[in-house]
């Protein structure tokens, strides 16, 4: 990997700036109980964890042809009142703004859809992004490139110029599509051009703390 091209860094939301674990469990185990099903099963869990709202709800009520119900129950539900359980990561502020002050631009590509302005909202990162991206905004989330792609474009950059930093095999996949560096978060099993498991180590490597 050649740092010294690097011009953006283009973050994941879940798994890399918050743990939400937890409060993604929480939300579709209400989803499915709703519905008399059992809880998450770990399996369903790392699925979901990487897909649209859409592609999730699909998955986890194939069965159903018609889903206008849970698409309802989703939207009496909510998502904001799970916000509270998410956790972000340590250090994700301090490095947003090393980042800023050493010249790159800083973006999210996310499979969230809607809920990504209230949660920058709710911890205070408005103003830390040049760009952010999700599957709202785009016709093909993660792991087609088109979010990774859309932020070259908007920014004249080339893929060597970004890195990417995601935790799942969309974002892997994403990564690989749109030719651009790839850090794995925490994953250590996932292919990637670097693995990394904190914030800091992100910094050492742009040789930015």
Known sequence: MDISKIKAVVFDCDGVMFDTAVANRKFYDEVLQA??????????????????????????????KDLTRVYECLKHIGYPKFIQYMT????????????KDNGYIRGIGTNRTNTMEKVLED?????YFEVVVTA??????????????LIMEK????????LFVGDSEY????????????AAFKNPAL???????????????????
């Open 155 to 162: 920014f004249n950059l080339k893929p060597v110029e970004i």
């Open 88 to 99: 972000m990561e340590k250090g994700l502020k301090e490095l947003l703004i090393s980042l």
């Open 136 to 149: 709202q905004t785009v016709k093909h989330p993660k792991p087609d490139p088109e979010q990774l792609l």
């Open 35 to 64: 519905f008399g099903k059992p809880s998450l099963t770990e399996d369903q869990f790392v699925n979901v964890h990487m897909m649209t709202v859409t592609d999730a709800i699909g998955y986890l009520f194939s069965e159903m």
């Open 123 to 127: 911890f205070h990162l408005e103003d």
């Open 171 to 182: 974002d892997q996949q994403a990564a690989v599509n749109a030719k651009v560096w790839f």
């Open 191 to 209: 292919p990637a051009d670097v693995n990394v498991n904190s914030m800091d180590e992100i910094a050492k490597i742009l040789q930015i703390n």
